[in-house]
């Protein structure tokens, strides 16, 4: 799978004018080719945006800059981010299988749950509870209210592979369990 190709959009200018760059940000979606990204630079994390975009089929990955800036990277579904491109990406829903970055077919959930009656830090701590007795290689679904900022970082410190993303209003999250561990030897 060839990496993606990013158009850059810079709205910091607007956002310290004072302006609102959302027009201009989905013109330049509106003209993306099916296998481009965007690369969105802008002054705050912008999260409304994830949902807006996630409806129109874009998954993102963010990083923040210095000064408190942010780079965001929105891409097609499916596809992975250049710069994460193995580690994670959003992928299928949380109910079937999917592939990762190197078209390499995910098995179907071995366990699901919804956490999304429960309180933070509860769902994380659930979720890393339950693929603790899960086999390398197995895959959990899970479904949150929210996306799980801290949770994402530890399943990689952790060795596991993640895809996920919003549907409606439900983020689901899948992870292959010890899979990061396997691509690291």
């Known amino acids: 799978m060839k990496p993606i190709e990013y158009?850059?959009?810079?709205v910091r200018p607007i956002l310290r004018a004072g302006g609102e760059p959302f027009e201009k940000i989905m013109e330049a979606v509106a003209?993306?080719?099916?296998?481009k990204g965007l690369r969105l630079l802008a002054t705050f994390k912008p999260t409304p945006l994830f949902h807006?975009?996630?409806?129109k089929g874009y998954a993102h990955?963010?990083?923040?800059?210095?000064?408190?800036?942010?780079?965001?990277?929105f891409y097609p579904n499916g596809a992975a981010?250049?710069?994460?491109a193995?580690?994670?990406?959003?992928?299928?829903?949380?109910?079937?299988?999917?592939?990762d970055a190197a078209g390499q077919a995910w098995p179907e959930p071995a366990q699901s749950m919804d956490v999304r009656e429960l309180d933070p830090p509860e769902p994380m701590v659930n979720i890393l509870a339950t693929i603790e007795g899960m086999a390398d290689g197995q895959v959990l679904?899970?479904?949150?209210?929210?996306e799980p900022l801290f949770l994402l970082p530890e399943l990689a410190k952790r060795g596991h592979q993640w895809r996920g993303g919003f549907e409606a209003d439900t983020?689901?999250?899948?992870?292959?369990?010890g899979a990061g561990r396997e691509e690291a030897a």
């Open 7 to 10: 158009v850059e959009l810079d």
């Open 31 to 35: 003209t993306l080719a099916p296998d």
């Open 52 to 55: 807006v975009l996630g409806s």
């Open 61 to 73: 990955s963010e990083k923040p800059l210095a000064d408190g800036d942010w780079e965001i990277e």
């Open 81 to 84: 981010p250049a710069a994460q």
């Open 86 to 99: 193995g580690a994670q990406g959003a992928g299928a829903g949380a109910g079937g299988a999917s592939a």
């Open 141 to 146: 679904a899970a479904l949150l209210n929210r």
């Open 171 to 177: 983020y689901k999250l899948l992870v292959r369990v």
